[in-house]
């Protein structure tokens, strides 16, 4: 049976800076509040002119396999995932296919929010190892920015967010002790409320009269805070479990960025050193799908990730769903 590698990454960060400053002009904040909170003092938001969350992570995936010397020809199978596609459908992966100028390859989009990036990796890794794909492209990409209430009634959510991509070209290998080693998947609809965006719904009974209010995201922070420290540790302890790995044993864990306190609290829980947790919200703040790629991209670029590492990406969010995947680099 084949291992799946992760043989390329990429990124695109949009390039208008928001700094906390900036938003103490739109809302009633502080840069003191975000950083204490949330620990992340800036983030990027798209120039819709130009930006869109399909082509964002069109860039990020050409960067990938040029990182992986592929060609975009190469690609058997594209897996998008994203919270804020360009259309309400069709899904964005389609739109990559085109813009990638690929004849007709399958196109396939995920809709698990923060985790989504862990599920696409996880759908790309059994379509490698049961033979059906050599080469899949995994993106995620998000642009949260046209969607959040950047008014106070919304400053609990909106200072949170950014947009961004990040995209993995996984190739199948015959190498047994490299690659993805395994991955673990949840979900706990019963607390889908805490954390949602309503429309547009299916259930509105005439969707164009809708109020923009149940187009924002609407968060528990408190609830979402709670399970995150709960279920960060315990997935990330069954996939270490289920390769016969302790905590000790990870070269270094990429968490989902959703809160600088959320990571912090799971690297004091597991006993981790600071060496062995990368985090990167503090420039992006969270941009959902595309977080655990972009972080991924950023470690490896500054040498926090080499031949051999044991690597542990862990994802929690809307849903609830969350994930962890354990790769031997
Ligand atoms: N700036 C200033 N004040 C703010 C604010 C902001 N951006 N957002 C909320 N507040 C205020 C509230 O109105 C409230 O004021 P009050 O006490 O006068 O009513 C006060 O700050 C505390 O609000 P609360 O929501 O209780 O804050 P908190 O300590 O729970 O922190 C979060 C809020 C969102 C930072 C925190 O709950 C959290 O990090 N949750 C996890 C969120 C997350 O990670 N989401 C992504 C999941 S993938």
């Known amino acids: 049976m084949p291992n799946s590698t ?185 607390f889908a409320e805490e954390l949602m965006v309503i429309e547009p719904s299916s259930t509105s009974r005439c969707r164009n009269e809708f109020s923009p209010e149940r187009m924002f995201p609407i968060m528990n922070g408190s609830a979402v805070f709670k399970h995150a420290v709960t279920r960060f540790p315990e997935v990330i302890m069954e996939a270490l479990a289920k390769n016969g790995y302790s905590a000790s044993d990870i070269s270094l864990l990429i968490p989902h960025q959703a809160n600088l306190r959320i990571s912090q609290f799971i690297q004091k829980s597991m006993k981790l050193s600071d060496d062995q947790v990368y985090n990167n919200i503090m420039h992006y703040g969270n941009t959902t799908a595309a977080s655990v790629p972009i972080a991924m991209l950023e470690a490896f670029q500054n040498g926090k990730i080499k031949e051999g590492d044991l690597i542990c990406l862990a994802a929690f969010g809307s849903g609830f769903t969350w994930a962890s995947a354990l790769i031997r680099w």
């Not at 897996?79 to 004849?103: K, W």
């Not at 396939?108 to 759908?123: A, E, H």
């Not at 199948?172 to 998947?185: E, P, Y």
């Open 6 to 190: 992760i043989a390329g990454l990429g990124h695109y960060i949009p390039k208008r800076k928001v700094t906390n400053s900036d938003l103490e002009k739109m809302m009633e904040t502080t840069d003191e509040w975000i950083v204490e909170r949330t620990g992340i003092k800036a983030r990027h938001w798209a120039d819709l002119d130009t930006d869109s969350t399909s082509n964002m992570g069109t860039k990020a995936a050409l960067m990938a396999l040029e990182n992986a010397q592929l060609a975009p020809s190469d690609v058997e199978f594209i897996i998008f995932c994203t919270l804020s596609p360009d259309y309400n459908f069709p899904g964005g992966g389609v739109m990559v296919q085109e813009q990638l100028g690929l004849d007709t390859v399958g196109a396939l989009d995920i809709r698990n929010q923060c985790s989504g990036f862990l599920y696409g990796l996880s759908v790309a890794d059994q379509f490698i190892k049961t033979g059906m794909y050599k080469t899949v492209l995994v993106i995620g990409s998000e642009i949260h920015s046209s969607g959040l209430d950047i008014s106070t009634r919304g400053r609990n959510v909106a200072v949170i967010f950014g947009d961004g991509a990040g995209a993995a070209v996984l190739t199948a290998t015959n190498q047994t002790d490299k690659g993805i080693l395994s991955t673990h998947l949840h979900s706990q609809g019963k």
